[in-house]
């Protein structure tokens, strides 16, 4: 049964980097075909991030910009995200997920299943 | 970018009651690459329909989906103690992939 499971620091300061890690149990990262993280601000919905594909591929939010940084660790079995230049709003329960779907001429088409638990991350000086 | 509308934003319903939640895109979700989760209080969402109809491993069968194009449904037959959460949905037709505002079902 594969979980996952988020780590890394709940509180960061403002424009300094956010950075997660995606623990991954039951499952052989490389066997899959995606990952992906997707965010929550406090009573807010749901908000896709960024996924990575097991080529190695990424793509994220264009409302992120160019502040998204997703990659693959297959020696431990992670994955994991990083976000500079974060701001206030920037401050959510952050998740990770296995995204599963369909890729078709480069492009992929995904769900997200099973997530992790989440980890609040709080941007504040 | 694809928007998503779920109505209505509340649902009272009675336990053993039909409930209907509606999912709107504000363009066709290319083939009915719609996704239906289910989130509880302090807890990550868990998938329960994917491609707009295919229920996820393990999820009961009062859940059902239905829809295409720009018009998609989520139906709990008989509401269970345990379906009192949140519903939303997600398109990922086309990146980015975004989801709905949620609709609360509660107990009436």
């Known amino acids: 049964q594969v979980q996952l499971q988020e780590s890394g620091p709940g509180l960061v300061k403002p424009s300094e980097t956010l950075s997660l890690i995606c623990s991954v149990s039951g499952f052989s990262i490389p066997s899959a075909d995606y990952w992906g993280w997707v965010r929550q601000p406090p009573g807010k919905g749901l908000e896709w991030i960024g996924s990575?594909?097991?080529?190695?591929?990424?793509y994220s939010n264009p409302s992120l910009k160019s502040r998204v940084t997703i990659s693959l660790d297959t020696s431990k079995n992670q994955f994991s995200l990083s976000l500079n230049s974060v701001t206030a709003a920037d401050t959510a329960v952050y998740y990770c997920?296995?995204?599963?779907?369909?890729?078709?001429?480069?492009?992929?088409?995904?769900?997200?299943?099973?997530w992790g638990q989440g980890t609040l991350v709080t941007v504040s000086s | 970018e694809i928007v998503l509308t779920q109505s209505p934003g509340t649902l009272s319903v009675s336990p053993g009651e039909r409930a209907t939640l509606s999912c709107r895109a504000s363009?066709?979700?290319?083939?009915?690459?719609l996704a239906w989760y289910q989130q509880k209080p302090g807890q990550a969402p868990r998938l329960l329909i994917y491609?707009?109809?295919s229920r996820a491993t393990g999820i009961p069968d009062r859940f059902s989906g239905s829809g295409s194009g720009t018009d998609f449904t989520l139906t709990i037959s008989r509401l269970e103690p345990e379906d009192f959460a949140v519903y939303y949905c997600?398109?990922?037709?086309?990146?980015?992939?975004?989801f709905g505002p949620g609709t609360k079902v509660d107990i009436k």
């Open positions: 491609d707009a109809s």
């Open positions: 997600q398109q990922y037709g086309s990146s980015p992939f975004t």
């Open positions: 990575i594909y097991r080529g190695g591929g990424t």
């Open positions: 997920a296995r995204a599963r779907g369909y890729c078709t001429d480069g492009t992929c088409s995904t769900w997200f299943d099973p």
């Open positions: 363009q066709s979700v290319s083939s009915s690459y």
